[in-house]
């Protein structure tokens, strides 16, 4: 499996892989300390806070935004499993996907390395929501690379 050259190019424009990195060591905790349980309805609302409305997949146990920029279609998927943040990016333009991938894997495609990052972790909703606005962060900057780079106009 390979990045396609836009989502390389995409990825290394927002300095993908370092930035992952420091979300990783900001938020790493030891398995005692993560939230041992969180309400649904709580991230939901602390979702739509930061701006993006979703809806919880519960068959799959992820929270999933899609967004519509036509022709392009993103998606950002949030599995909380074990208070551990598993980010997913979604990308397609005029129906073809792009990525379709997990960061830990868009992270290995790209440096071509299997340097494993730790997921970052949650102890409370204060570190959730700031661990969140941080990957949006990301997935903003990626989404405005992608399309500035794909569709120049």
């Given amino acids: ?3 396609r050259p836009e989502i390389r190019e995409a ?3 927002i300095d993908f892989i370092n930035r992952y990195k420091r979300l990783s060591a900001k938020y790493r905790f030891k398995s005692n300390e993560r939230l041992e ?3 649904n309805n709580e991230v939901l609302r602390i979702l739509a806070e930061l ?4 809806r919880y997949d519960k068959r799959e146990n992820f929270f999933q935004i899609v ?7 993103f998606g950002f998927h949030i599995s909380l499993k074990y208070a551990l943040l598993e980010f997913i990016w ?3 333009k005029d129906g073809e996907l792009l990525t379709g991938s997990p960061w ?3 992270k290995q495609l790209l440096d071509g390395t299997d340097e494993s990052i730790s997921r970052p972790g949650f102890r409370n909703y204060d570190d959730l929501w700031k661990a969140l606005e941080e990957a ?4 903003e900057d990626f989404k405005r690379a992608l399309m500035q780079m794909t569709d120049p106009e």
């Fill in 1 to 3: 499996m390979q990045l």
């Fill in 136 to 139: 949006f962060e990301m997935y």
């Fill in 67 to 73: 967004e519509e920029y036509p022709p392009f279609q």
């Fill in 51 to 54: 701006g993006y409305p979703a």
């Fill in 11 to 13: 990825l290394e424009k």
């Fill in 90 to 92: 979604v990308a397609r």
């Fill in 104 to 106: 830990i894997l868009l």
């Fill in 37 to 39: 349980g969180y309400d």
